[in-house]
């Protein structure tokens, strides 16, 4: 007999099934988005998350966001700690962030309303947007944290703002000029990003605006404008914090095509951009799309290979994404958990960065079972809503596409030249030997900072001490005393971009390498063997005696000590959850691994 | 919907809003008896009291509201005016 279903309240507290627990809440509130709703699961949520500090600064008064935002940034992967200004001080306290560089506020958010773009900035739309541009440009002259904005939505008109038909349009130029200049500005400035606000509440029509509660408590928004608001800040800002899941693993009957190859044959398969076939060739659109950003695919299906391979051959005028577009590939009658497994295994990636589609409740419910820690998306019906129901699970929210992203599927295609290099090679020194390793070791810059952050924030089995920090964190480091590199890696297949982060910190006799990231795509290579000797040749540059580290133990970097043994290091105490190893009798030579050069 | 009904709606939503037991919430409860019944959580009670109820309060009627019997009259009041016009 089986065990009856959890309640909701029951997967919110278990916290290896975080992910069908986030499903589940998003489908109840999605069925009934009221306050209460959202006041009683606020008070149900698990509290691990590491509180994140967001600054909200509006010239209205938004407190009584708090519940909504709560349970969004739940359902995003992140806890927010908001901090809240008086309406009336969001531009002083605009500077007075700018310039306490103790800041300890993870984000900035600043959202306009139109009174203020009307009223508050100028006498003409040019000096109001000037004015608003003056502010915006002092703040990220001098302060490194990120900025989030949020243009003016126009109210309904409520008789609170001028009436006349000149008055009109001058106050909608005004708030037109504004928000340009804002959009604008997003686009140049870095660490500075959109919050859509304005095209967000189109979708509650005029219901997003309450003028009741302008008079009332000095806020303008419903509680479903609220309620939506907090959404988009949760998605929008929560990339900070989360990584998107990185592989997309879809079925292929009745998902990726309509049908059942094995029955209907591979001219009876639904493709194609009209009829029936159309939103299976919207689903492979979003795949595609997906795929730019930088989500690997990969496939799992309960088919004879020949037949599903037929139809990428035989109907790839119909097809969006090709056979050669996935990174992996399990087409057979094996159960589909373990094939996640392997793909897992195939690509170094962990099953928590995985999402999986299928339109059978069976499989899905057996993936959800075994492997808690993917996200698993049931196709409905002939796959209607499919693409929009995989957004709206925010599994692969970003915050912005990276070059790296872009280039990521291509280097995993590369990948699979390289494992048929391996396999043909007569042993693996003989294969590394043949690839033609070449690192760059780079200073961090403002070119390669959003990648080191990526990377350290990412990255889970070559990791040091698992600490996430944020942008802002990373520069007051490395314009302190500590030296932060990017470490780069090519061989004769290509390009595998920005692989490591390497930040050192030199003390009184040692050099401390206080974190080194290497990402799963570079593992296998010994680059942590010469990034240690790095480590050495700084040491003994700065006239340093020894070169020490750290390492703290996670689910899975269990190869971090292993490897640092291997190197040299030995333990030399415990302190505060952390292994500390120091290189043997004091030395800060290594050897060199020899088919890795140096650029 | 009778008074008693109101009442019993409005006692789930005070409990639920300011999170209380349902016993907790007598007739006298106010924001002088009840540290949790602040400003914002006078305006989350509005809110799920209007969601409920289907109704929407005038600044009047949400300021009236003072305590939990007050809320119970002022409810029930405009549920029998929103009845008497047939909406």
């Known amino acids: ?599 | 919907m009778t008074r008693d009904e109101v009442a019993e709606q409005l006692r789930t939503i005070f409990a639920a809003v300011l999170q209380l037991s349902p016993e907790a919430v007598g007739p006298e409860l106010s924001p002088d008896t009840c540290e949790a019944w602040d400003s914002l959580h006078h305006i989350h009670l509005m809110s799920a009291i209007d969601e409920t109820f289907g109704i929407t309060l005038d600044i009047e009627q949400q300021i009236e509201i003072l305590t939990f019997n007050l809320g119970v009259e002022v409810v029930y009041e405009e549920l029998q005016g929103a009845d008497a016009v047939g909406v």
């Open chain 1, 1 to 599: 007999m089986s065990s009856p279903s959890p309640s909701l309240e029951e997967l919110l507290l278990d916290f290896e099934r975080q992910s069908l627990a986030r499903c589940e809440l998003m489908k109840e509130l999605d069925s009934t988005p009221t306050t209460l709703s959202y006041l009683k699961y606020g008070q149900l949520l698990p509290e691990p998350l590491k509180p994140r500090k967001i600054a909200l600064l509006t010239p209205f008064t938004l407190e009584t966001i708090r519940p909504f935002l709560d349970v969004e940034c739940y359902l995003s992967g992140w806890r927010c700690d908001p901090v809240f200004y008086q309406y009336s001080q969001w531009q002083p306290a605009l500077f007075d962030l700018a310039g306490d560089e103790s800041c300890d506020v993870d984000a900035v958010l600043l959202l306009l309303d139109d009174a203020t773009l009307i009223e508050g900035l100028g006498e003409t739309p040019a000096k109001a947007a000037s004015a608003l541009l003056g502010m915006l440009e002092a703040f990220r002259n001098s302060s490194q944290i990120p900025l989030f904005l949020g243009p003016a939505p126009s109210r309904p008109h409520d008789g609170s703002l001028p009436q006349t038909v000149a008055e009109n349009g001058r106050s909608l130029a005004m708030v037109q000029a504004a928000n340009s200049a804002l959009v604008n500005f997003t686009d140049k400035a870095k660490d500075t990003y959109l919050i859509n606000f304005p095209e967000t509440v189109t979708e509650l029509g005029a219901g997003w605006h309450d003028p009741k509660a302008f008079a009332a408590n000095l806020s303008y928004l419903t509680h479903s404008g609220l309620r939506v608001l907090a959404r988009d800040i949760a998605r929008t800002v929560g990339p900070l914090f989360v990584p998107p899941r990185k592989v997309l693993v879809t079925d292929l009957d009745n998902t990726f095509w309509g049908g059942i190859v094995g029955e209907d044959g591979i001219e009876g398969v639904l493709l194609g951009p009209q009829g029936k076939g159309a939103p299976y060739k919207k689903y492979q659109q979003f795949l595609c799309q997906l795929r730019e950003t930088g989500t690997l695919l990969a496939i799992a299906s309960k088919n004879n290979l020949d037949d599903a391979r037929a139809v990428f051959g035989e109907r790839a005028d119909d097809l969006s994404v090709g056979w050669d577009k996935f990174s992996a590939v399990r087409i057979d009658w094996n159960d589909k958990a373990e094939n996640l497994i392997q793909i897992s295994d195939e690509l170094g990636l962990g099953l928590d960065a995985f999402v999986f589609v299928d339109d059978s409740p069976v499989e899905c419910e057996r993936v959800r079972q075994a492997l808690p820690m993917v996200t698993v998306i049931q196709a409905g019906d002939g796959v209607d809503g499919l693409p929009e129901r995989i957004a709206a699970s925010r599994a692969f929210d970003i915050l912005s596409v990276s070059d790296d992203d872009r280039e990521r599927a291509g280097r995993y295609q590369t990948d699979r030249q390289r494992s048929e290099a391996k396999n043909t090679a007569g042993n693996v020194n003989d294969f590394l030997a043949s690839l033609d390793l070449t690192l760059t070791v780079d200073v961090l810059d403002d070119e390669n900072r959003e990648r080191a952050h990526q990377l350290m924030n990412k990255t889970n089995q070559f990791h040091l001490t698992l600490e996430r920090p944020t942008p802002v964190d990373l520069f007051q480091r490395a314009e302190g005393n500590n030296e932060i590199y990017c470490v780069k890696l090519r061989d004769k297949f290509g390009d595998y971009g920005i692989i490591a982060v390497l930040e050192l910190e030199p003390q009184d006799k040692a050099i401390d390498i206080r974190n080194l990231v290497i990402s799963c795509r570079a593992l296998g290579r010994h680059v942590e063997d010469a990034l240690v000797a790095f480590a050495g040749i700084r040491a003994r540059q700065k006239g340093l005696s020894s070169v020490k580290t750290q390492f703290v133990a996670g689910p899975r970097n269990q190869q971090v000590p292993e490897a640092l043994g291997r190197i040299g290091f030995s333990q030399s105490g415990e302190a505060e959850g952390q292994t500390q190893y120091v290189l043997s009798s004091g030395e800060t030579t290594t050897s060199w691994p020899e088919y890795l050069k140096l650029d």
